[in-house]
């Protein structure tokens, strides 16, 4: 139990840090789009509809669309398209969320 209890715990600590390490990558690549409303929303769960940035009013369809775009650009989102729809996944979060490690990748290397 206390092997679980820890391995839990180191589970939680990465996926805390995850959105501290995408700001500061966003800000450094491409500032002009970050903002922390459009870095909450692509943790809200693993991946992200251009409907999920205009619904919270980040964006209108258009430069949502040009946001999350620009986020697959620098390696933070996958683009999967899901019969008419656009799904950007979040390959790190993703990867946290399944695996049995906790190591928080880097932005900007290949997954």
């Known amino acids: 139990m206390a092997e679980t209890s820890i391995w839990t715990t180191e589970k939680i600590k990465s996926i805390q840090r995850l959105p501290a390490q995408a700001t500061e990558y966003i800000r450094t690549r ?3 789009i970050y903002s922390r409303e459009l870095v909450e929303v692509i943790f809200t769960q693993p991946y992200c509809r251009i409907q999920n940035v205009v619904d919270l009013k980040i964006a209108k369809r258009q430069t949502a669309s040009v946001y999350l775009k620009t986020l697959e650009s620098i390696g933070v989102l996958r683009e999967v398209k899901v019969g008419r729809e656009k799904l950007f996944i979040h390959p ?19 997954h």
Do not use: C, E, M, Q
Not at 92 to 110: C, K, Q, W
């Open 30 to 32: 491409v500032p002009k």
């Open 92 to 110: 790190n979060f993703v990867h946290l969320l399944i695996s049995d490690d906790h190591p928080v990748r880097s932005y900007g290397t290949a």
